[in-house]
């Protein structure tokens, strides 16, 4: 019962972020709404019992990507809003209907049963059991450290070319 | 290496009866290394003079040395089979093996002595009518050059090899013929030349193909050992195939209708045309014809072909030399109607007779020819003195040369009575050999048209002769006095030529002819080779006839006929001599039947009109219809349908990222519909 | 119907509003945080199907977040260099590449 009423209060705030930061004339706000739903979603997670994920998620997405966001919207001055960037009526009519269209075959998707069937098989207790034994970090650690090292240290390589592409792309020329 | 060098230098197969081929790949080395080193000359010491003039004639007459040494060794020993030197393999594919082999035997050696003879004495010559021209070294060249493939030609083995050297000589002709290539008129008059070769040289691939697909082989020796059990007598393949071969000839040898060329190819350097134009490149085609002797034999209606077309020729391009007024045209187309003489004879099937006319002929045309560049040489001389631009070929601006052009004048009168068949110079004895086996073999009509070139070309030779050296002289008072002889390098081979010209009838007399020893030495010489093919003629029934048409022996008919010569010349003398003819640029160009022979038949315009233009017209149709309207029009239409796609799709290509997301995300929709509804 | 076909519609609405977003708005970095949006409705995807499929789903939302943290960087280092060139974020007037 209470988890369902945390459920549909996440999920009622991420779908209102969602919708403000598409919709915020302002850029800043944009960022706030979205960081607004992505509190949410951590919470979701916490719902779905992903904590070691939930916390990720609140520190780097909403803690580092998202304050580079604003950073970058800080640092260009972008914050004043003479007129919103939003397209004109035809745009808007065909975003909607084709992002509708979209939603509406997903959802024809999980009515058709198949990918329901697949969400539901582990069960409560499995999870629980498996969360108590290993902990909440240890149970993604597993994985991670034994089937997936491989490519985990090639996302550490990853992240370093970023960097330094980062670097190389924003560095100031010399005039 | 070895094996190489000794079969270059020694080695022979098949030898037999103890001849073998005394150092065989010198005749080549030699003109070959003279042409390199001229060659490298014409780049190197341009200007240097001594070089070309001591290694052009040298190679030739080292060359000369060689074949006569070889002529020798084959006169002591007389092999029946001719001896074959392998040089190396030049292709072997599948079923064919074609090798670079050369072959001695009578006929070849034969020839050899007349090409590298004549050679050597028109290089000595050229010493002089060259001196100062700035392309001596590269003329050189070209000339040693031309020998080199004439060799090949004459001493080929087998049909690819004498391919290559009838393409060599056809190569250096055209190189020859436009050597003053700055003269627009006379590089197009090599390219005449070569394209009209190139129509024959056609024919004699074709043959060549057809030989291989019947015979399995190209080498002379087995081909015709083979063809009377291969192919049929009369037959169709063995009359295509010589046929073909005789394609090959009349562009080679200027006969009917391939003539045109030769007396255009007066272009270049006079001693070129007494070489290549005269002496040897163009009787290669009836060389050719000797050589394949057996499948001639074979083939009466070829043989028949040969002969008509021989005798046309003859007649025909006498005609046209009654009425020309350039000395080196009146001697082109003299050079043609002797080429049909030689043409008629072998095509009557008296292969001998022609060949012996192809040697008298060499000597006294050369000598002609020679005669004439000496006049021409002084005339330019003096024209160029006074810095006249008359034209020093034109016979009208010539007259009176016999007293500044003494050694000159002797000398080509000689060979004037010698073409002209008047007993004993050369001509006598072979003309007179081919008239009589025309007659004897039952060819009435070829008879009689013979017998009228003969006395038509006593005709024109005498009005040559009158126009240039008797009478009073046209050239006009200020080039008269530096008019000179020529020197000794020139007219010692005049001398030498005009010896020839009176002895080389010698070797071969009929016993016939009353009060003179009979002499039948080239017909014994040919005998090995031309043995084969008289043994097919006997069979199928040609024998030669005591008498001819009209009755009467060969003496009688011999005496007849050099005593109308004699009267022909002494007439033609008689009313020439005291005519009085005008200077070139104070003529007008002659009327009437003289107009239409001077006009040369408008031979040159009727194949403008036939086959010229209309292949023109055809071709443009080509160019406008296919290349323009077909394949360029084809591919343009590609090109813009490609375009007009493109175009289409980068209407897509709006820069906009909403746009593009919008495709995106109708594309996934679209793919998930199909997927799931 | 349970909470995880809930979020699995939760997810599929957040992807939806997030392409919409991109399809709506001008401004480049808006564009941007659209996507980390939909990648962020996939991570919800994934965390519902690592109940039943195995926990290893939970790896690949550590993957997805941390290529997300990259392309980040990477992408709003584009920005800053072309924002430098044409003193704006329009995506309309980036068009070099256009034809």
């Not at chain 2, 060329?261 to 007066?266: F, R, S, T, Y």
């Not at chain 3, 990648?39 to 199907?49: E, G, H, M, R, S």
């Amino acid at each position: 019962m209470i988890v369902d009423f945390f459920f549909v209060l996440f999920a009622v705030m991420a779908i209102g972020g969602a919708a403000g930061m598409v919709l915020a004339r302002n850029p800043v706000a944009s960022v706030m709404y979205l960081v607004m739903a992505f509190f949410a979603l951590s919470g979701v997670f916490v719902l779905l019992d992903a904590h070691f994920i939930a916390a990720v998620n609140l520190i780097v997405y909403a803690g580092a990507i998202l304050v580079l966001f604003l950073f970058v919207i800080m640092l260009l001055n972008l914050g004043r809003t003479e007129k919103t960037d939003l397209r004109g009526p035809l745009y808007r009519m065909l975003a909607i209907v084709s992002g509708g269209a979209f939603f509406g075959l997903l959802l024809v998707m999980l009515r058709g049963g198949h990918v329901t069937s697949m969400a539901g098989g582990m069960g409560q207790e499995t999870m629980d059991a498996m969360l108590r034994a290993r902990g909440a970090v240890g149970v993604v650690a597993d994985p991670m450290f034994r089937s997936y090292l491989v490519p985990f240290e090639i996302t550490a390589l990853l992240l370093l070319v970023a960097v330094v592409g980062a670097i190389v792309l924003a560095r100031q020329k010399a005039p | 290496m070895v094996n190489f060098l000794e079969s270059f230098l020694r080695v022979a197969q098949h030898a037999d009866g103890g001849y073998q081929p005394i150092l065989p790949g010198l005749i080549l080395l030699f003109p070959l290394v003279g042409f390199v080193i001229n060659g490298l000359g014409a780049f190197l010491w341009r200007d240097s003079k001594r070089v070309p003039s001591l290694v052009g004639p040298l190679a030739i007459i080292g060359s000369f040395a060689v074949v006569l040494a070889n002529f020798l060794a084959m006169h002591a020993a007389m092999p029946h089979d001719p001896a074959i030197v392998s040089l190396w393999t030049w292709m072997a594919v599948g079923d064919l093996s074609i090798g670079v082999d050369l072959q001695f035997d009578q006929l070849s050696v034969l020839m050899l002595l007349v090409v590298t003879g004549v050679s050597s004495v028109i290089h000595v010559y050229s010493i002089g009518y060259m001196r100062e021209d700035p392309g001596y070294s590269r003329y050189f060249s070209y000339l040693n050059l031309f020998v080199f493939f004439m060799s090949v030609l004459v001493m080929g083995a087998n049909f690819a090899i004498v391919f290559v050297g009838w393409e060599g000589v056809g190569l250096c002709s055209y190189l020859l013929i436009g050597f003053w290539y700055e003269n627009r008129e006379f590089a197009s008059a090599g390219k005449k030349a070569f394209i009209v070769n190139r129509i024959g040289d056609f024919g004699f691939l074709v043959a060549m193909l057809l030989v291989f697909t019947h015979f399995g082989t190209l080498n002379f020796v087995e081909v015709f050992a083979a063809a009377p059990e291969t192919l049929v007598f009369g037959g169709g393949v063995v009359t295509l195939i010589t046929l073909l071969l005789f394609l090959g000839a009349t562009g080679k040898s200027a006969q009917i209708p391939l003539y045109v060329w030769l007396p255009d190819a007066m272009a270049g350097p006079t001693p070129v045309s007494a070489l290549i134009h005269a002496a040897t490149m163009v009787t290669a085609g009836v060389y050719l014809v000797a050589r394949a002797g057996v499948l001639f034999a074979m083939a009466p209606v070829s043989q028949a072909t040969v002969a008509a077309i021989g005798a046309g020729t003859a007649l025909f391009a006498a005609t046209i030399a009654m009425q020309q007024y350039d000395i080196k045209k009146v001697l082109a187309y003299s050079t043609v109607s002797q080429l049909g003489y030689m043409f008629l004879a072998v095509g009557v099937g008296a292969f001998t007779a022609g060949m012996f006319h192809l040697i008298t002929h060499a000597f006294f045309k050369a000598l002609l020819f020679l005669g004439s560049g000496a006049v021409i040489h002084a005339m330019h001389h003096a024209l160029h003195q006074v810095h006249r631009h008359d034209d020093p070929n034109d016979m009208r601006n010539y007259g009176g040369l016999k007293n500044v052009l003494p050694i000159t004048w002797g000398t080509m009168w000689i060979g004037t009575v010698a073409i002209a068949g008047i007993f004993p110079f050369a001509g006598f004895f072979s003309k007179d050999e081919i008239i009589w086996s025309a007659g004897s073999y039952g060819y009435t009509v070829l008879w009689v048209v013979s017998i009228l070139t003969a006395l038509l070309t006593a005709g024109y030779m005498t009005r040559l002769m009158v126009l240039t050296f008797h009478g009073e002289n046209r050239s006009g008072a200020d080039v008269r006095p530096h008019l000179r002889e020529v020197p000794a390098v020139m007219w010692v081979p005049l001398a030498i030529l005009a010896v020839l010209s009176v002895v080389g009838g010698w070797i071969q007399i009929p016993e016939s002819l009353p009060a003179l020893p009979a002499v039948d030495a080239l017909h014994h010489w040919l005998e090995p080779v031309m043995e084969p093919a008289r043994q097919v003629m006997t069979e199928h029934g040609l024998h030669q006839a005591h008498e001819s048409p009209l009755g009467g022996g060969e003496a009688v008919w011999a005496i007849m006929s050099t005593g109308l010569a004699l009267i022909v010349v002494m007439l033609t003398f008689r009313a020439l001599v005291h005519r009085r003819y005008r200077p070139a640029s104070e003529s007008e160009t002659p009327t009437g039947f003289a107009g239409i022979l001077y006009n040369k038949w408008y031979v040159d315009e009727l194949y403008d009109r036939l086959i010229i233009l209309p292949l023109l017209a055809l071709w443009r149709g080509c160019w406008r219809i296919v290349d323009v309207g077909l394949i360029d029009g084809t591919l343009n239409a590609m090109a813009s349908g490609t375009r007009m796609v493109g175009w289409v799709g980068s209407l897509f290509q709006t820069g906009r990222v909403a746009g593009y997301m919008f495709w995106f995300v109708t594309g996934v929709v679209l793919i998930l519909a199909l997927l799931l509804l | 119907m349970d909470i995880e076909t809930y979020s699995l519609i939760l997810s599929a609405l957040l992807f939806a509003i997030g392409t919409v977003g991109v399809m709506l708005r001008r401004n480049v970095i808006i564009m941007f945080m659209c996507i980390e949006l939909m990648l962020n409705a996939v991570n919800l995807t994934l965390v519902v199907f690592s109940r039943s499929l195995g926990i290893e789903a939970q790896v690949f939302v550590f993957f997805v977040i941390a290529v997300a943290a990259a392309e980040a960087a990477v992408g709003l280092a584009i920005i800053i260099s072309i924002f430098r060139h044409y003193e704006l974020v329009d995506v309309d007037r980036f068009n070099l590449l256009k034809w």
